[in-house]
């Protein structure tokens, strides 16, 4: 079977864990005999829309860059120059199916115009992007949200540009919302990673959990061994690793290990943090380095994998403000034989199950008792421990799944396109739209006397 994946993002230009599981699933899927490409976005804009080809461990990848900037707006998904030609792309590359992992840089109206056009259409939701303009479901007050998607939830949160009033917001929220629904219709199956995405996203969208399915993502060991054991009289390091945002709560992290070391009796056992991943801004790192002075903590930048077994890691911790879709730290750390401490919401806390220490999201001193306790508490720890789980499923197990979805998906293909086609939105409707946006922004920038 001839598959093309279609992802925002992808190796070498970003490391994250959307990008390694499509990397690892089409590699999988190769081994099985199919013929999987990959057509990706890119955070590198160029003077027009264009597609290079690159070989990535044998597998041809379509790198496509846009010709404009801040496309990763919520408001600016709508590209229809980018959306040509990912469609061109894949009406050359002419698949039995196309698998969908994300939209953002790619086009608002992809899957739609997939399905119109006859291709069979599996999705992959890896996030709540579908289900909130500011795509991770966290309120500028950094409150996790659960609220449904519209107008009422949205106006005072989402992003907006200086010539947006209220009602200019209210008809990108409506068309947003309207543009999820349409695509999700589309598709012939629905994979959500955990059980927590597809109840946020059918919640908020307000529909039916029909063709939605719960797959837990294929992994494929990197390790090969535990976390070495610690010596004796080693201090007891937590370890952190991945992408360092905001939203991944390393600043909360650096004051729960302050908070920590303020209240450590005499002659406890020393508590440190060992912090792997790159920073998303040169100003976060400062801040973070300069909050973490003083402290037992260690940024050690980029990493490859092969580092975490013999860093001396005790427990990992991952203090996301967000509500997590996934987390496939969890399963690095449970092949590493490491027990965590996880915030009480999202599919960190549903997969880490016994596994995981809770602590009350965004809450430093509940952190803080967290991780104390497993540093502490030996029973704690050891029953942590025993419950770790054993390795998710296998890549060719999941390659096994993947397939059933696949087959159902093109059985479907009829009755997506009139899904599809059901209350949808013209391309006549967004482009009056667009004139819409156009023109406000025109105006405004009269009435404030920033055009010559």
């Known amino acids: 079977m001839r598959i093309v994946h279609l992802v925002h993002q992808f190796l070498p230009e970003t490391r994250g864990g959307v990008e390694s599981y499509v ?5 999988a899927q190769r081994e099985r005999g199919h013929d999987p490409r990959i057509i990706t976005g890119s955070l590198e804009p160029r003077p027009q829309v ?6 990535l461990d044998g597998l041809e990848v379509w790198r496509c860059h846009r010709d404009d900037l801040y496309f990763d707006a919520w408001d600016r998904m709508h590209a229809p120059a980018m959306t040509d030609l990912v469609l061109a792309k894949v009406a050359e590359l002419a698949p039995d199916l196309v698998h969908l992992h994300h939209w953002i840089r790619l086009g608002q109206d992809l899957g739609s115009r997939l399905v119109a056009a006859g291709h069979p259409l599996v999705v992959t939701l890896h996030d709540f992007a579908t289900s909130c303009p500011r795509a991770f479901r966290m309120r500028p007050d950094e409150t996790p949200c659960f609220r449904p998607l519209g107008v009422a939830s949205c106006l005072d949160c989402v992003p907006r540009w200086p010539w ?7 008809a990108e929220i409506d068309l947003f919302a309207r543009s999820a629904r349409q695509e999700l ?4 199956r629905i994979i959500c990673a955990s059980a927590s995405v597809r109840e946020v996203i059918t919640e908020g969208l307000g529909i039916s959990t029909e063709r939605f399915e719960v797959a837990a993502l294929g992994y494929r060991p990197r390790f090969g061994r535990k976390a070495r054991a610690l010596a004796a009289g080693e201090p007891f390091r937590f370890g952190y690793w991945g992408s360092i945002t905001h939203r991944k709560g390393l600043h909360l992290l650096v004051e729960a290990i302050r908070s920590v070391q303020a209240s450590r009796p005499a002659g406890a056992r020393p508590i440190e943090l060992e912090v792997f991943g790159h920073f998303d801004l040169p100003e976060r790192r400062a801040s973070l380095e300069a909050a973490a002075e003083g402290l037992p903590i260690r940024f050690h930048g980029g990493f490859e994998h092969a580092q975490l077994p013999d860093a001396g890691l005790a427990a990992a911790v991952f203090p996301s403000l967000c509500i997590e879709t996934y987390g496939i730290v969890l399963d690095e750390a449970f092949e590493l034989g490491l ?3 996880v915030p009480d919401i999202g599919a960190l806390a549903e997969r880490a199950g016994s596994a995981g220490h809770p602590f009350k999201v965004n809450d430093v001193g509940s ?10 508490d030996d029973a704690l720890r050891a029953d942590l421990i025993a419950a770790i789980p054993g390795p998710g499923p296998e890549l060719a197990n999941h ?16 009755a997506a396109s009139a899904r599809a086609r059901a209350d949808g939105i013209s391309a006549e409707e967004r482009l009056r739209h667009q004139s819409r946006r156009m023109q406000s922004q025109f105006r405004r ?5 920033e055009l010559p």
Request: glycine share 8%; net charge negative; aromatic share 2%.
């Open 339 to 341: 027990p965590v401490v």
């Open 164 to 170: 947006m009033d209220d009602v200019e917001i209210a």
């Open 50 to 55: 264009e597609a290079e080809c690159l070989d």
């Open 367 to 376: 952190l803080a008792r967290a991780l104390g306790a497993v540093a502490d």
């Open 23 to 27: 990397h690892d699933l089409a590699l």
């Open 445 to 449: 920038l009269l009435e404030r006397g």
């Open 399 to 414: 390659v096994d799944l993947i397939d059933r979805h696949y087959r159902a998906a093109i059985e479907d293909g009829p």
């Open 185 to 188: 219709r589309g598709a012939g």
